[in-house]
């Protein structure tokens, strides 16, 4: 077990130097007057460690403040549209799993193909359209308000409030693919001999989904949730500037040069790269934690391969 965790922590900090040296690197190499003839590689590895240990982006210390301040609106936005991902996809699927061809459970399987095909700026688009204040069609001024976001800690109700929304659009995707895995692997378990064995002894038919088939899909589950990080950065870039969350992505609009009523209209490139690199942290965190939660459901894995008993 120590093995594998110390194998994925390398890879992780493989990844983040990969990319550190890619986001530097590539514009050395397309654009080399920039950077006053400078030798590729050695340039390269110098920015790569200014950006890694220092967090400051060709010189420039702003770069570190911005992130600062966004950092944390970033984290709750990314362990909240998780949290609704994994608590929402795997709750309805073992719901569906123990109401298997009903109505209800053919209405909740509907909605997460919804979900899973909507784009989440299209569906940020349409709850604003529908409910946000003072052109929603049905106005919910406590969820919809902009710019309501505060602090937890300064102000905890704006700061539920102003989340609650962006959260569920942040993990629906999410959600809805992990409920249809967790719905497939269930019914799929339910033709095990243990299950079986414990259907005859007449245990209840929604405790044997819960407790005895549920369980052998958690394991790939999780791998779906570590697989699908990117999925849920991307989700908070696209909602982040929707609902007006001050994380530090908010940016990345500006950086492309959409500064929209602006004369200076150019590409911000250390902005890009820092967006990049912090994108790669979040990616490879929640791939971490997709690997522990692997760890934890897959016996395999905590005997380090070996036989069982």
């Known amino acids: 077990m120590l093995g594998f965790l110390l194998r994925r922590v390398g890879f992780a900090a493989l990844t983040l130097v990969l990319t550190a040296f890619f986001a530097f690197g590539i514009i ?66 073992l719901w569906c799993a123990a109401r298997p061809r009903t109505r209800a459970s053919r209405g909740v399987e509907s909605t997460a193909m919804f979900l899973l095909c909507a784009p989440p700026y299209v569906l940020a688009l349409g709850t604003l359209l529908l409910f946000a204040p003072p052109f929603g069609l049905v106005q919910l001024p406590y969820f919809f308000d902009p710019h309501s976001y505060a602090p937890p800690l300064q102000n905890p109700w704006d700061f539920v409030r102003s989340m609650v929304v962006p959260w569920l659009l942040v993990g629906a995707p999410l959600s809805a693919s992990m409920m249809r895995l967790t719905l497939a692997l269930t019914i799929e378990g339910m033709g095990e001999e243990w299950v079986r064995t414990a259907q005859a002894k007449g245990v209840p038919y929604k405790r044997v989904v819960r407790r005895h088939a549920a369980p052998s899909a958690f394991a790939t589950v999780a791998s779906l949730f570590g697989a699908s990080a990117p999925i849920l950065v991307l989700n908070i870039v696209l ?17 492309l040069g959409q500064n929209e009523g602006l004369a200076d209209k150019f590409i911000d490139i250390p902005i890009l790269q820092a967006i990049a690199l912090w994108a790669a942290v979040l990616i490879v965190a929640l791939g971490l934690i997709g690997d522990l939660a692997i760890m934890r459901f897959d016996p395999r894995i905590r005997t380090g391969g070996k036989p069982i008993g």
């Open 28 to 93: 050395r190499l397309l654009r080399p007057e920039l950077y006053g003839g400078q030798n590729l590689f050695t340039g390269t590895w110098m920015d790569s460690k200014e950006a890694l240990l220092h967090l400051t982006i060709d010189g420039d210390a702003s770069i570190k403040e911005e992130w600062r301040d966004g950092l944390w609106a970033d984290l709750f936005l990314l362990a909240g549209g998780a949290a609704v991902a994994v608590v929402m996809g795997v709750t309805a699927g």
């Open 239 to 255: 909602v982040e500037y929707v609902f007006s969350v001050p994380g530090f992505f908010r940016h990345m609009r500006k950086a």
